[in-house]
């Protein structure tokens, strides 16, 4: 028997029976991620419902990955690495620099998140709650420069520009 083949991309309003489902077996405010339906990315297999999604919210510079849901969390290790590659390129389409969770498992932290010093907080944008104990995990962040955003640089080496 093979393996099946997911996808990721962008959520619909198709998605949205399917998500609400996820959300309630998590426990998550359905009423309001309904309303940001389209800040999910979801893993689907083809012709197939979703088995997975995650929001990724953003805010001037900055990401924010949060509400990760999966209707079998033994997809997880196929699952999460599309959607982080989504991630990846909405960070790169949007200029994003900094990208947050409180999705608090090995894969993210084996993906360059580490734990968010106090005053390191005080770079999370003001629309987002910065109460580092919500959800009981701390917030973790990635540098998304360093691992997506590449700078273009002249014969001598000095930046065309900087991304900041």
């Not at 510079?61 to 999460?80: L, M, P, Y």
Request: glycine share 4%; hydrophobic share 40%; with cysteine.
């Amino acid at each position: 028997m093979s393996s099946p083949v997911y996808r990721a991309r962008r959520a619909h309003l198709d998605d949205l029976p399917a998500l609400k489902a996820l959300w309630e077996a998590m426990r998550f405010p359905g009423a309001d991620l309904e309303k940001h339906l389209t800040d999910f990315q979801v893993v689907h297999e083809a012709n197939h419902p979703i088995v997975g999604a995650v929001g990724f919210q953003m805010a001037q510079r900055h990401g924010r990955i949060h509400s990760e849901a999966f209707s079998d969390f033994g997809i997880t290790d196929q699952a999460r690495p599309l959607l982080w590659a989504r991630i990846q390129t909405l960070c790169t389409n949007h200029g994003i620099h900094r990208v947050w969770t409180q999705e608090h498992v090995p894969f993210w932290i084996q993906n360059g998140f580490q734990p968010a010093a106090p005053t390191l907080l005080e770079k999370l944008p003001e629309a987002w709650d910065r109460a580092p104990n919500r959800h009981s995990h701390r917030f973790h962040f990635a540098d998304a420069r360093s691992r997506i955003i590449r700078v273009p640089h002249d014969r001598d080496g000095r930046a065309l520009f900087d991304p900041e």
